[in-house]
């Protein structure tokens, strides 16, 4: 079973209703790299979350094992009401989920994939369309 340890990133790029934390901004309890200062007593909201990297299923767990939130600088969560995969990326590396391209095109061809950035949700709908597949291929040309 996998930990949180150091990572907590939901922390800053989660909103938090219970206590009027606003998305892409650091909780008001949490120490970054280490944890929450409150976490016996969390908001429900806290309690109820858990990212896909910490407790996905397989064939999941086994695909996102190098997807540490806080190594790739997005929280991936599934929304089970709407059935879509949240990428909600970290406002300081709002671009960094672009990486995983091959990955997010791969899932995309099967799930609706929306991504929270700083400016706004991007990506809601099929990922496999060809603007995403331009977009990746300027990505893998950089690296």
């Known amino acids: ?11 800053r790029v989660l909103e938090v ?3 009027s934390k606003p998305k892409d901004q650091w909780c008001q309890n949490c120490k970054p790299d280490k944890g929450c200062e409150i976490y016996e007593t969390r908001p429900k909201e806290c309690q ?18 190098g997807m540490k939130p806080n190594r790739v600088k ?5 929304h089970d009401e709407n ?3 949240q990428v909600h990326a970290d406002p300081g590396y709002p671009d960094k989920w672009k ?11 099967q799930l ?9 949700v991007l990506g809601v709908g099929k990922f496999a ?3 995403w597949k331009k977009e990746f291929d300027k990505v893998d040309k950089l690296s």
């Open 1 to 11: 079973m996998r930990s949180c340890g150091t990572c907590t990133l939901c922390c």
């Open 17 to 19: 209703k219970e206590i």
């Open 48 to 65: 109820d979350f858990s990212c896909l990297w910490l407790g996905a299923p397989e064939p999941w767990h086994t695909a996102l094992e």
């Open 74 to 78: 997005f929280v991936l969560a599934w």
């Open 83 to 85: 059935q879509v995969l």
């Open 99 to 109: 990486a995983f391209g091959k990955f997010f095109l791969s899932v995309g061809e």
């Open 112 to 120: 609706t994939v929306a991504v929270f950035t700083p400016k706004g």
């Open 129 to 131: 369309q060809d603007r």
